[in-house]
């Protein structure tokens, strides 16, 4: 009886202490980084991952250009630009906004990311009016399984887009991503950030000007990363980075009439995503300019996610069933933003440390690969799965029993299912898989809460 009344109290106790453990989240933030080391493909410059080596030197061969670079998309190799834009901004934006949150020894990583990244996307932006938006068959790519750097296909396609087969998602997602790469760099790499700023406007005009639909001119992207919410919400979300970075009332007005041709007034966004940015027009059209429209749709949005969203049995907000984790701490940044406007603060502070802590450990396992209680060891992800030569790593390495030979070290996976469930399978790529998009905003939300620790103000 006793006994039982001890283990009850102990229950409780345990229960209590759900979410008040204390991440170091600096240390977090390098193994992240870490996790865009790992996905870096091209020459690689440096031996930091010792079991990776350069791939796919010969990308852009087929249309006699160079575009080697940038990072695998996820547990796959293709590079699909529309996200890859996207995850760039993202990490740009932790970096500008919560600037305490990044410790001397983590922000060199992190502006060796975006630096990557952006690099990459200059490459493929080589005139005004033109974007290189994918390299690699999707297909092919998911068929095969094994290491990068013994593909056996040769070189991979390339799809364009340009005047007459335009893109306005991309051209938007470009110029957001450079914008961003500006204010990031501007006092840190002059010339660099005058670079970016150029071909800012440059994509941007290039996106407003000639509208279409990137999925539509490259429908090879389309089963992997269709443009769902349109055009729309991506030129709003570009017009307003290039607001902040030139203070041109011209891309005010831009964004002022997208509100009106494309009904942001009626937008009900669930989730913020590589594809869906109207959350993120919210809370930065509220930063730049404080106007009432901007915040009331930014607090429905946060207050759908906090209040009506579905959620676990242990507390995770459940947007989706593909990669739930990625979709909860997209979320969070958004309410952090809004949090860090002045807006129902210590609500959407308080539901960030939850939500983060539930990724990082506080319901008995870590989500996170390489780190804390329990954490995943068959992720989907093809270069970390694969043993060294002259071992095979094929479709029998994928569906054994073995544990993935190295970790891809920070990242995040998909996550559980809608009841908590998270069955640590290569198999199950829904909930074991990493990606670029997944670790942008876990990411900038590590750095927010850090920076909230350092102020006092993390209860
Ligand atoms: C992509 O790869 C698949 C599978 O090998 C193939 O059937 C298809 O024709 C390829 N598509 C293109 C555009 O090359
Ligand atoms: C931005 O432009 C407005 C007027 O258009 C001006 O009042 C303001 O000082 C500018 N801000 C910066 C940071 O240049």
């Known amino acids: 009886m006793a006994s039982l009344l001890v283990l009850l109290l102990l229950g ?54 160079d575009l080697s670079g940038g990072h695998f998309d996820a547990g796959d190799f293709v590079k699909f630009m529309f996200p890859y834009a996207g995850f760039t901004t993202i990490i740009n934006w932790g970096i500008i906004d919560f600037p305490t949150g990044y410790e001397a020894s983590v922000l060199s990583g992190a502006l060796e990311t975006v630096r990557t990244s952006l690099n990459f996307l200059l490459k493929t932006h080589p005139q005004a009016n033109t974007i290189h938006a994918q390299m690699g068959n999707g297909t092919l790519d998911h068929s095969w399984w094994g290491r ?83 055009y729309g919400d991506d030129l709003g979300y570009g017009a307003l980075w290039m607001y902040r970075a030139t203070n041109d009332s011209q891309y005010r007005t831009f964004a002022d009439i997208l509100w009106n041709e494309f009904g942001y007034a009626g937008s009900n966004a669930q989730q913020f995503s590589w594809d869906d940015k109207y959350a993120g027009i919210f809370v930065l059209g509220l930063r730049l300019t404080g106007e009432e429209k901007y915040r009331a749709k930014a607090i429905q949005f946060c207050d759908n996610t906090v209040n009506t969203a579905l959620r676990t049995p242990k507390g995770l907000v459940f947007l989706g069933e593909w990669g739930p984790l990625r979709y909860a701490s997209n979320a969070v940044y958004i309410c952090l933003q809004l949090a860090d406007l002045g807006v129902n603060a210590a609500t959407y502070r308080a539901f960030a440390r939850q939500q983060i802590g539930y990724i990082l450990g506080d319901t008995g396992r870590s989500f996170v690969v390489g780190f804390g209680i329990n954490p995943p060891r068959f992720s989907h992800h093809r270069p970390s799965s694969c043993p060294p030569r002259p071992q095979v790593c094929d479709w029998n390495l994928y569906n054994g029993n073995q544990p993935n030979y190295y970790d891809v070290t920070g990242a995040i996976v998909g996550g559980p299912d809608a009841n908590d469930v998270y069955e640590d399978s290569r198999q199950l790529w829904q909930h074991t898989e990493v990606g670029l998009d997944y670790n942008a905003a876990y990411q900038s939300n590590l750095a927010a809460l850090h920076s909230l620790r350092k102020a006092g103000l993390l209860h």
Not at 24 to 36: E, H, K, M, Q
Not at 45 to 64: A, C, E, H, M, S
Not at 160 to 182: K, M, N, Q, V
């Open 12 to 65: 409780a106790l345990t229960h209590a202490c759900l979410g008040q453990i204390d991440y170091d989240y600096t240390s977090l933030i390098g193994l992240s980084n870490t996790f865009y080391k790992i996905q870096r493909q091209g020459r690689l410059p440096d031996n930091d991952v010792p079991w990776r080596g350069d791939t796919f030197l010969d990308d852009g061969q087929d249309i006699g250009v």
């Open 148 to 230: 990068p750097e013994d593909w056996p296909y040769g070189p991979r396609p390339t799809y364009t887009i340009t005047e007459s087969r335009p893109g306005s998602e991309l051209g938007s997602e470009y110029a957001a991503a450079f914008a961003s790469g500006y204010l990031v760099f501007k006092e840190r790499d002059p010339a660099f950030a005058a670079t970016m700023l150029q071909h800012a406007r440059q994509a941007y005009n290039f996106a407003y000007t000639y509208r279409g639909k990137y999925s539509d001119s490259v429908p090879e992207a389309a089963d992997f990363y269709n443009s769902w919410s349109g």
